[in-house]
């Protein structure tokens, strides 16, 4: 069977394993080896790790990229895509976003390093009318955390007519729902840190890209920057993603089902749902210290930052000073994990009767 033929599930269990010999281990070995007799493929530890591979092989496979680099963090990741553009180079960016890639993105516009110019990733027209003489669209959909929804693949055809580059942060839809690359976007990043890696125990990052010229360029950035994972969360990160699948689908269809129910609850206003994904955003009846009840008012749920974990956390992302100031001060996200659903509105429920 070729391995296009074979389902997301199939690859996230079957990649990044050694060959089947008699005798060998099914998993490889962790490798802790700063440094490696002369003459072979690896020569240092900074350059290359028999880790980070396999994990890299399992994340290309279900984004359908030719090659995945893993990097310490997300955030890492998305430096090194930034670091490829010169000097003053003209991008387009959503103005809502992952607070951190907001916070980069300013931060090179103010130094005169990038000139960004933001827009409302939704609006396809106003997103196409920016792309005039720009270099790079950097896009995030659904937003974090307001879950707006761009019209992908339209956008990113319209990019690459006019010869942007295209970066994609697919972080919160998972290549279960749709894989950039195939739209024809040159680099998928992930913050493995969340579903791919899926126990809130490990952070990293990754590129993935179809261009094996694009590879060296961002390979030669993590040798130079020294963004490399640790071989031992390259593993628990593997060891994640073979349950990727199997994770992100039931918390899909508990987030499905709680988003419905938050709909018609007497304290609940403006559910956000985009109808995929495990994220659902609510803002709560009442001010910032009614929804900070809220969090702090359930038994399970447990009040935290970060998403894509097993398990169910919220937070009123306005405590964060990072956090823009369009997103409403008694906005709650909650990221949904892998437990009884039925349990969970229990806790949801008695939370909210605390607003
Ligand atoms: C968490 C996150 C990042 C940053 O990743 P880190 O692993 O925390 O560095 C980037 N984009 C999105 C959408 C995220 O959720």
């Given amino acids: 069977m070729a391995l296009e033929d074979l389902h997301p599930?199939?690859?996230?269990?079957?990649?990044?394993?050694p060959p089947h010999l008699a005798g060998e281990g099914i998993n490889l070995p962790i490798s802790l080896n700063s440094t490696f007799v002369a003459g072979g493929p690896i020569n240092?530890?900074?350059?290359?790790?028999?880790?980070?591979?396999p994990l890299e092989d399992a994340i290309s496979a279900l984004e359908e990229a030719s090659s995945t680099l893993l990097f310490s963090s997300g955030m890492s990741a998305i430096t090194a895509v930034f670091s490829l553009l010169p000097h003053g180079a003209p991008v387009v960016a959503s103005h809502e976003g992952y607070s951190g890639t907001m916070s980069l993105l300013k931060r090179h516009h103010k130094d005169g390093r990038l000139e960004v110019r933001f827009v409302d990733i939704t609006d396809t027209k106003e997103v196409i009318a920016q792309m005039q003489g720009a270099a790079f669209l950097w896009m995030e959909s659904p937003t974090n955390p307001g879950l707006g929804v761009a019209e992908v693949g339209i956008i990113i055809g319209e990019a690459k007519k006019r010869n942007l580059g295209v970066g994609f942060d697919n972080t919160f839809a998972t290549p279960l729902?749709?894989?950039?690359?195939?739209?024809?976007?040159?680099i998928v990043m992930h913050s493995v840190t969340k579903y791919l890696a899926g126990h809130s125990d490990v952070i990293l990052g990754s590129l993935s890209v179809k261009d094996p010229a694009l590879h060296?360029?961002?390979?030669d950035a993590r040798i130079s920057f020294g963004a490399i994972a640790g071989p031992f969360e390259a593993w628990l990160a593997l060891r994640g993603i073979r349950t990727f699948p199997l994770r992100f689908e039931k918390a899909q269809t508990n987030a499905a089902l709680l988003a419905k129910k938050?709909?018609?609850?007497?304290v609940v206003d403006?559910?956000?749902?985009p109808g995929f994904g495990a994220i659902v955003s609510f803002e709560v009846k009442g001010d910032a210290i009614a929804a900070e009840r809220v969090c702090d008012g359930a038994n399970l749920i447990i009040n935290a930052t970060s998403l894509g974990g097993v398990e169910?956390?919220?937070?009123?992302?306005?405590?964060?000073e990072l956090e823009s100031q369009s997103v409403p001060e008694n906005l709650i996200r909650l990221s949904v994990g892998c437990e009884n659903v039925e349990d969970l509105w229990v806790d949801i429920d008695t939370a909210l009767s605390k607003a």
């Fill in 44 to 53: 240092y530890g900074r350059t290359g790790n028999e880790t980070w591979q």
């Fill in 262 to 266: 938050l709909e018609s609850h007497a």
């Fill in 270 to 273: 403006n559910v956000r749902y």
């Fill in 216 to 219: 060296s360029r961002l390979l």
């Fill in 9 to 17: 599930e199939t690859l996230a269990i079957s990649r990044g394993r």
């Fill in 312 to 320: 169910t956390t919220w937070e009123r992302r306005r405590r964060w």
């Fill in 177 to 186: 729902n749709q894989k950039p690359l195939t739209f024809g976007a040159d």
